[in-house]
């Protein structure tokens, strides 16, 4: 039976790679794909019981992402996050985010508004709520959450510069941000980021962009040692 027999086309279709790119995506997430394995469209449609069709689109969606890497002769396989992948994506990071921290506090001065962090400071209560449901440094944490909420608080910092095009590119990011925290994991438990973003929110009205790039710096240190 052909792939396209085996499955509808259509939004059905497109229904299905979204949930097997989330499977996979949630699998490299969390560390359950290391970086450089690879990924084999036989065996993933074999565990999802879907077409290789469908499995070869949702691999497709991970590369686009830069969560995997599609070579020839090589096939499709989880990015590695080596030491220039970190320093490229630190570096485009702090290009976006300090001028977006510079733009706000253009608007604002060294007063910023209490509206204007306050999406932030949200992102900051969800993970306080997660370390106030158990041991904070347990494997029982949802650290996917974590990531999701990690990113969260960046994403609102750089919202708060109501720069369409700045926005745009930072959220291009996505994935990438959430795999980020995965390798600094080991350095941090949930009070720790948070005491650690709570203090650069408390820094950006009055230092604004050099807040943000010395945090981002020590991220980097972090990254580079991992």
Do not use: C, K, N
């Not at 450089?36 to 949702?58: C, K, N, Y």
């Not at 900051?124 to 990113?151: F, I, K, M, T």
């Not at 948070?194 to 807040?211: K, M, N, V």
């Amino acid at each position: 039976m052909s792939d396209a027999a085996q499955e509808p086309v259509g939004v059905a279709s497109r229904t299905t790679v979204d949930r097997v790119a989330g499977l996979v995506r949630a699998e490299i997430l969390s560390g359950v794909l290391a970086p450089d394995t690879p990924l084999r469209e036989e065996a993933a449609a074999e565990q999802f019981g879907v077409s290789r069709h469908t499995v070869r689109a949702a691999f497709q969606r991970l590369v686009a992402e830069r969560l995997a890497v599609a070579e020839a002769y090589r096939g499709v396989r989880v990015a590695s996050f080596d030491r220039a992948h970190v320093i490229a994506l630190q570096q485009l990071r702090a290009a976006l985010e300090v001028e977006a921290v510079r733009i706000t506090g253009e608007r604002h001065g060294e007063q910023w508004p209490a509206e204007v962090l306050a999406p932030a400071r949200a992102t900051l209560d969800q993970l306080a709520g997660l370390a106030g449901a158990g041991d904070s440094s347990s494997d029982a944490v949802d650290w996917l959450e974590v990531e999701r909420l990690h990113a969260d608080f960046h994403h609102a910092i750089v919202a708060a510069s109501g720069s369409p095009r700045i926005i745009e590119a930072h959220a291009a990011l996505g994935s990438e941000l959430l795999i980020f925290l995965l390798h600094v994991r080991p350095h941090y438990t949930i009070d720790s980021l948070i005491e650690e973003h709570r203090a650069l929110l408390d820094e950006l009205p009055a230092r604004g962009g050099e807040a943000v790039r010395e945090h981002l710096e020590h991220a980097t240190r972090l990254l580079i040692g991992a």
